[in-house]
């Protein structure tokens, strides 16, 4: 193989574009996400977690579709997703919705919307737990006909979300939701092998794409960051915060390295709030 040289290596780097953080705080900050990136979105749905997805893939349609009402500087406009895909788990399509239109203002609602697609797993991944008979008669969405009997297993559960993703990756933005309910998966038939298996082959599989992953884990940050082997199975973490102090209760959130491609010389903590149009930021810095 022919070794690397200075100029074959800086139009390596070079090529790698960068995707907004739909924040003008962050992206005067960074210049955006690299391309082709995997993201975990670590926090408690309160702390704005939810909130920032669904607000961040508005503004990157906004960004793509309509660039005259985006909020900020586009400096890669060619590697800007094209539609959205959300695998959702544990939530209905209609309830999905409706919390996007609960967060987002009506145009960046409608403009998300658009170009949405959502992919719905929340039956079968129900079919899967250890649900009472009658519970899981009710709570089903709709009756199937050809219903997979009990065989279904979480290995052709992931086999199939893999294909899915691999279907819509190229070019395009993906939330997956979440990454919550398939650890709590674990507490039955699901390995914990298994799951970190399908996040190395996400991560491997996004740089391939040149768009971006964003996974949601409803967990507490300071366990996910004790967590060296979760912590690091994507290429970077966003980190969020909720901080109730007698009637006020204070969103933050934090950057994670990126592999030093965010690296900055101090770590800066962010104070968030959602508003009537969605997710925004502040670049308060407290550290």
């Not at 900050?29 to 979105?41: D, T």
């Amino acid at each position: 193989m022919p070794e690397e040289t200075p100029i074959g290596a800086k139009r390596a780097s070079r090529s790698i574009g960068r995707i907004p953080f739909g924040s003008p705080t962050l992206d005067g900050r960074f210049k955006g996400i690299p391309a082709g990136s995997s993201v975990l979105l670590v926090g408690a749905p309160d702390a704005g977690t939810d909130a920032y997805a669904h607000t961040h893939a508005a503004s990157l349609m906004t960004a793509r579709y309509y660039p005259g009402l985006y909020d900020g500087r586009i400096l890669y406009p060619d590697i800007l997703p094209d539609e959205v895909h959300y695998v959702t788990l544990d939530r209905s399509r209609n309830h999905l919705l409706h919390q996007m239109d609960a967060v987002l203002g009506a145009r960046r609602f409608n403009t998300l919307t658009e170009h949405l697609h959502v992919k719905d797993f929340s039956d079968r991944f129900l079919d899967l737990a250890p649900i009472p008979t009658t519970l899981r008669q009710a709570g089903r969405k709709e009756e199937r006909s050809g219903d997979r009997d009990g065989s279904d297993t979480f290995d052709e559960f992931l086999a199939d979300i893999s294909d899915y993703l691999v279907s819509v990756g190229d070019g395009n933005m993906i939330v997956f939701d979440s990454l919550t309910a398939l650890h709590g998966a674990t507490a039955y038939d699901l390995s914990m092998a298994d799951v970190r298996g399908f996040l190395s082959g996400l991560r491997s599989a996004a740089e391939s794409w040149d768009g971006l992953v964003s996974m949601l884990h409803h967990a507490r940050p300071d366990t996910v960051r004790a967590d060296e082997i979760v912590n690091t199975a994507l290429h970077g973490c966003l980190y969020f915060y909720t901080n109730d102090s007698g009637t006020n209760a204070q969103k933050t959130m934090r950057i994670g390295e990126f592999g030093g491609a965010l690296s900055g010389r101090r770590q800066v903590v962010y104070d968030t709030k959602v508003t009537d149009t969605g997710f925004s930021i502040s670049s308060n810095r407290r550290v």
